[in-house]
């Protein structure tokens, strides 16, 4: 069986939490691509949402993780690029729910909110649980629309 793909990355804030996480995949079936932060020098969090979610939405990697230090940036930025679905989650329920319920296909974690340990706890429960489709599928289509009725305004046709 193919491999799950990750695309990671976090800003100064998450920088401690992202090792952590790299640590964790360490012996676990997953192919991860670390796409910064290097360091604990400040940075924004905007560049590695947007590197993350656009993996993520261009198919490159089947997931993403974002961390900051709320998880808040990461969360917004990365929920503005086409077909995203960001996940903000601070307990396990979250992230259970956000498989589930939402499909969501980017975890947002937030490093100054929960402990490391409980962060690779939500972690796992994120990766462990699918989607459950049924009657969320017609919720899921019904962002697909309001994303692609966005779009249209963007580029409105010239007549
Ligand atoms: C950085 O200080 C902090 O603002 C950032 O990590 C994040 O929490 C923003 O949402």
């Keep these: 069986m193919e491999k799950i793909k990750i695309s990671l990355g976090s800003d100064h804030a998450g920088f401690d939490l992202k090792k952590e996480i790299l640590k964790y995949f ?8 670390d796409e910064g932060t290097y360091s604990l020098q400040r940075s ?6 947007k590197i993350v979610a656009e993996k993520v939405r261009d198919k490159v990697v089947d997931k993403g993780i974002l961390i900051c230090g709320t ?11 086409h077909k995203i679905r ?7 329920y979250m992230a259970e729910m956000s498989r589930l319920h939402n499909d969501a296909n980017i975890l947002c974690l937030g490093a100054r909110l929960v402990e490391n340990n409980q962060n690779i706890l939500i972690l796992q429960k994120w990766l462990e649980t699918e989607f459950e489709g049924d009657r969320h599928i017609k ?15 963007f580029h409105p046709k010239k007549n």
């Design 139 to 153: 919720r899921l289509k019904k962002i697909t629309l309001l994303e692609q009725k966005i779009q249209k305004n």
């Design 44 to 49: 924004d969090y905007a560049d590695y949402a």
């Design 71 to 81: 998880g808040i940036g990461m969360s917004i930025v990365a929920n503005k690029i």
């Design 26 to 33: 360490r012996d676990k079936d997953y192919l991860v691509s």
């Design 86 to 92: 960001a996940s903000l989650c601070v307990t396990e």
